[in-house]
């Protein structure tokens, strides 16, 4: 019985009450942004998860019409994943040149992420409106479904990553390194660099792997 | 200068002590032009080679083949996530990296239990099945 009485309120209130409840050590976080843009970032994994699974599942689903080794053209993209690529590296030297606090520089930089990712989106859209001419629309087949949604996802979620890098430049431009505008930048090579793996994804499981006998 | 004027602490302190140290605004790591260079020389390499064995058709076997390039995928992700993203056990007290692993295990159930849930159930409504189904006591 001397034990629980020990653990009672009573016997905590003698001993230092932040000491007893509170790990001293641990810090607040200042600025809980970029952890909620993360858990963000690991919702809209999820998102890509359920796209992914449903082209597992219906990605040979052809309905007597044409076929990934038919329809997709690896050339171009191998081009398309070189400029998402080569956005991703532009953007992190944006990043570098915002630590050394060089406006010109980072809006250089990032003028160039934006040029890239938009030869992305420009290719992309080009394969899908060819695709659609051919008569291989999201219509076709359960493949042709699948595949539209999941990479149209992935070509949305670039899109909205280039509006947001304009509306940035011009907040920068604006307001320079202000601590918001820092964060923001940080958030935005999160989301920039995110989509890069997603793609990964997308090439390797969707394009390479389709084009397999 | 007037990009100084919002971010004293960091423009100034950041010295000696910047490591474990959370008093300056960004908790980000910090990145290096090293660090951006190899993750970039590495993804061209994970890339390129597995566009080159697709391409090229270096493996009779296609499922091989499949197999080599999904381990070069993410061998590739892992690469993006660390020189990139910056992942590591340390930012924000390893409350990114414990939303990254319940995230991974969250889609892997997700896509291997679609793809065996759906695989098998295809394989049992198989029209054949049906005949065999008014044998079955």
């Not at chain 1, 597992?56 to 053209?73: E, K, T």
């Not at chain 1, 992305?120 to 087949?141: K, N, T, V």
């Not at chain 1, 430049?169 to 964060?183: D, L, P």
């Not at chain 2, 995928?73 to 007290?93: D, G, P, R, S, T």
Request: charged share 10%; with cysteine; aromatic share 12%.
């Amino acid at each position: 019985m001397s034990d629980v009485s020990a653990l009672s309120p009573q016997g905590a209130t003698g001993a230092n009450p932040s000491a007893r409840y509170y790990l001293t050590r641990e810090h607040h976080p200042e600025n809980g942004t970029l952890l909620g843009f993360w858990l963000y970032l690991m919702s809209d994994c999820l998102v890509f998860a359920a796209l992914f699974a449903v082209y597992g599942v219906l990605g040979r689903s052809f309905a007597a019409g044409p076929s990934g080794a038919d329809l997709f053209d690896l050339r171009l993209v191998a081009l398309n994943t070189s400029l998402l690529l080569l956005s991703s590296i532009t953007y992190g030297f944006a990043m570098l040149e915002m630590q050394r606090n060089k406006v010109r520089a980072t809006l250089t930089w990032l003028f160039v992420t934006g040029l890239l990712g938009a030869g992305f989106i420009g290719i992309e859209l080009y394969e899908f409106a060819h695709m659609i001419h051919e008569g291989a629309g999201p219509q076709r087949s359960a493949f042709l479904s699948s595949f539209f949604a999941l990479v149209g996802t992935h070509g949305l979620h670039v899109s909205f990553g280039i509006i947001w890098l304009i509306v940035l430049m011009a907040q920068v431009t604006r307001h320079g390194f202000i601590a918001e505008n820092r964060r923001r930048l940080m958030c935005l090579s999160m989301f920039w660099h995110f989509l890069d793996v997603v793609w990964i994804g997308v090439f390797t499981f969707v394009y390479l792997m389709g084009t397999l006998p | 200068m007037s990009t100084h004027t919002g971010t004293p602490d960091n423009a100034t302190d950041h010295g000696a002590h910047d490591d474990h140290h959370h008093g300056h605004d960004d908790s980000a790591p910090h990145a290096t032009f090293k660090g951006y260079m190899t993750g970039f020389v590495l993804s061209v390499i994970l890339t390129a080679i597995p566009f080159w064995m697709v391409m090229g058709n270096v493996f009779e076997k296609p499922s091989t083949t499949a197999l080599v390039i999904l381990g070069f995928a993410a061998v590739q992700i892992v690469v993006h996530m660390i020189y990139f993203l910056h992942m590591n056990a340390k930012i924000e007290h390893g409350w990114s990296m414990l939303a990254l692993i319940f995230t991974v295990v969250v889609v892997g159930i997700t896509l291997t239990g679609s793809l065996w849930v759906m695989y098998h159930m295809n394989h049992n409504m198989m029209p054949g099945m049906m005949q065999d189904m008014h044998k079955v006591p």
